[in-house]
């Protein structure tokens, strides 16, 4: 390997380790919300219900959802790099601001500003990475970038216990992350270089197509049809897992909210640290030898989220729950840490964010249809094994539409 070459893959590295705090952030400030529910509905009540609350998880990811093609778009034709650090500083903003909110309708407002400012990050990210990554490390920068992610979570599961303190409370939390989030984007945006065209493309493109051609284009290639739908059926669970699941433990087993929030998250994010490095290594290597190693690894994860469903549906005990959440928390990674590498066999680099933009949209908006039905099916009473068994059987359909994904060659090494 040459100087140059050797020079460059350091830098290829260097971003992703510049984006892992920021990926941390982008979840830990949703996650905390979550793990300190409790709190928060005993200081601001005109929240009243479950199912405002899932309301409210709700409205945030269908704002996400909704300017996530809008955000990956304006990363595609004009700079990933502003792209993030702007994202980065106005949901930081965001964060302090919803620790000062005293009314549901103050906390649906704050909710809405965190999506849009949000919707412009991890299209923008991981397509950046993407450009930087090309080949035999490519699964293994984004399942890098995923592992901050669930750090992220982890970090958000033990605000249960800030939230309980009496010397801090819920809305220190956010104070503190939102200012930390502030400062680390100013040197960011001079740390972060954009890929040079040459690095991102071998292709020729003369000038980026309008927002419309590139959505014509995306929606008319049927591989990337059945990612999206791929993407987005195991995301219902993995919301509703990640957004009720500490509330759902700490009722089910009379345990704390410190204690819930904890055992919901980080157990099943280690194991989805474990799921995204290791696959992210098996992967690359397995795509030396076939074009559809990194689809055949993200359906192995689809295999460990089917049987974690019921499991989790039917937990007896905390410790069965904790053990049917670490095998999700696996096959999550397995799955989440090579979505962003079949979509580059299957769409145009000038296309990776956009593609990854609507792969969101769709998803998010499910996701907060699951959220909001999640909590009406809780006020009537509806079984969890019921739930979580529909949960498992659209996993089990996800797992045969990634086999039906067909890579292109000319965009092996793109």
């Not at 010397?167 to 220190?172: L, S």
């Not at 919301?239 to 704390?256: S, T, Y």
């Not at 055949?296 to 089917?306: E, K, N, R």
């Amino acid at each position: 390997m040459s100087d140059a070459a050797k020079s460059s893959l350091r830098y290829a590295w260097f971003i992703v380790a510049l984006l892992l705090p920021v990926g941390l952030l982008n979840y830990l400030d949703r996650q905390m919300l979550a793990s300190m529910k409790y709190s928060v509905m005993h200081d601001i009540p005109t929240i009243g219900s479950d199912a405002n609350w899932g309301y409210m998880l709700g409205q945030f990811k269908w704002v996400y959802a909704f300017l996530s093609p809008i955000g990956g778009y304006i990363a595609d034709r004009y700079s990933r790099r502003l792209t993030i650090c702007g994202s980065l500083f106005v949901w930081s903003a965001v964060t302090w601001l919803t620790g000062h909110v005293t009314t549901f309708n103050e906390l649906l407002l704050a909710r809405s500003l965190m999506g849009i400012s949000e919707a412009f990050y991890i299209p923008a990210a991981l397509a950046l990475i993407a450009d930087y990554h090309r080949g035999e490390t490519r699964s293994r920068a984004v399942g890098m970038h995923q592992m901050a992610i669930y750090c992220g979570v982890i970090g958000g599961g033990f605000t249960g216990y800030i939230a309980d303190a009496p010397d801090f409370g819920w809305r220190f939390a956010f104070d503190a992350c939102g200012i930390f989030g502030m400062l680390y984007a100013l040197p960011l945006v001079w740390l972060l270089r954009d890929a040079p065209k040459v690095a991102a493309t071998e292709e020729v493109h003369e000038t980026q197509p309008s927002i419309f051609t590139a959505v014509s284009e995306l929606l008319t290639n049927g591989s990337y049809i059945l990612l999206v739908l791929y993407f987005t059926l195991p995301a219902l669970a993995g919301w509703v897992v990640r957004d009720w699941m500490p509330a759902l433990l700490k009722e089910q087993f009379q345990i704390g909210q410190g204690m819930a929030g904890v055992s919901a998250t980080l157990y099943l994010q280690i194991a989805a640290i474990f799921g995204a490095i290791g696959g992210g290594w098996a992967a690359d290597r397995w795509m030396k030898t076939n074009a559809r190693g990194r689809i055949y690894v993200s359906a192995l994860g689809m295999a460990c989220i089917i049987p974690s469903m019921f499991g989790v549906g039917n937990a007896t005990s905390l410790i069965m729950a904790v053990a049917f959440l670490m095998l999700f928390g696996l096959g999550w990674g397995l799955f989440d840490g090579n979505n962003m590498p079949i979509l580059c066999q299957i769409v145009r680099p000038e296309l990776r964010a956009t593609g990854y933009g609507i792969m969101n949209m769709v998803s998010i908006s499910c996701g907060g249809l699951a959220d909001w039905g999640f909590g009406e099916l809780l006020d009537h009473k509806v079984p969890l094994n019921i739930i979580f068994g529909v949960f498992a059987s659209l996993a089990l359909l996800s797992g045969v539409l990634v086999l039906l994904i067909r890579p292109r060659p000319a965009l092996m090494h793109q």
